[in-house]
T-cell receptor, first 115, second 115 residues
């Protein structure tokens, strides 16, 4: 069964450094999402992306964050200057359409640790 | 603002028991509701999706029900097994959201099934 893949599985970065998290959504999917989960907290929406542009972004998704779909397969989340509070599990998701019967499919996540 | 709550926060049962996990949401204008499973340190696996027009969905030993008017969903697990031990998360998407079907999450129920 097709799946969403995320790399790396774990990223350790010094505070202030840039980090890029990578995702390969399911190939025929059109809608893409990033979420994050800080340890012990709820999963939080960061950004949604469709037709090569951001559909919606949360308050968390400030100027330090950006997303890109540089080619037909990858979907990346960049954090320009990481902070300690960016430490979290980051999940990428995709869905085929916006039909109410279409689930979002998630990758295994990237654990980001900021030192 | 939509809020999702899950009760109980944790549950420990002996193998073979039937059990019910609860999810409640404050705004009944939902598009769909998904139940996910999360193993420790791992990704999010979609278990069941219920569209807002549906009352229940079944997959194997899992049955999810939806009562939109009262803002509740339950996940019923029949004949629980130790392999069911995980955190179960409930998430809703909003009805009037245009091109964005972001998911709003509960904190989850941590289930331990003891042999």
């Amino acid at each position: 069964e097709p799946e969403v893949t995320q790399t790396p599985s774990h990223q350790v970065t010094q505070m202030g450094q840039e980090v890029i998290l990578r995702c390969v959504p399911i190939s025929n999917h059109l809608y893409f999402y990033w979420y994050r989960q800080i340890l012990g907290q709820k999963v939080e929406f960061l950004v949604s992306f469709y037709n090569n542009e951001i559909s919606e972004k949360s308050e968390i998704f400030d100027d330090q964050f950006s997303v890109e779909r540089p080619d037909g397969s990858n979907f990346t989340l960049k954090i320009r200057s990481t902070k300690l509070e960016d430490s979290a599990m980051y999940f990428c998701a995709s869905s085929e359409s916006h039909g109410s019967n279409q689930p979002q499919h998630f990758g295994d996540g990237t654990r980001l640790s900021i030192l | 603002k939509q809020e999702v709550t899950q009760i109980p926060a944790a549950l420990s049962v002996p193998e073979g028991e039937n059990l019910v996990l609860n999810c409640s949401f404050t705004d009944s204008a939902i598009y769909n509701l998904q139940w996910f499973r999360q193993d420790p340190g791992k990704g999010l696996t979609s278990l069941l999706l219920i569209q807002s027009s549906q009352r229940e969905q079944t997959s194997g030993r899992l049955n999810a029900s939806l009562d939109k008017s009262s803002g509740r969903s339950t996940l019923y697990i029949a004949a629980s097994q130790p392999g069911d031990s995980a955190t179960y998360l409930c998430a809703v998407s909003l009805l009037h959201a245009g091109n964005n079907r972001k998911l709003i999450w509960g904190l989850g129920t941590s289930l331990a099934v003891n042999p």
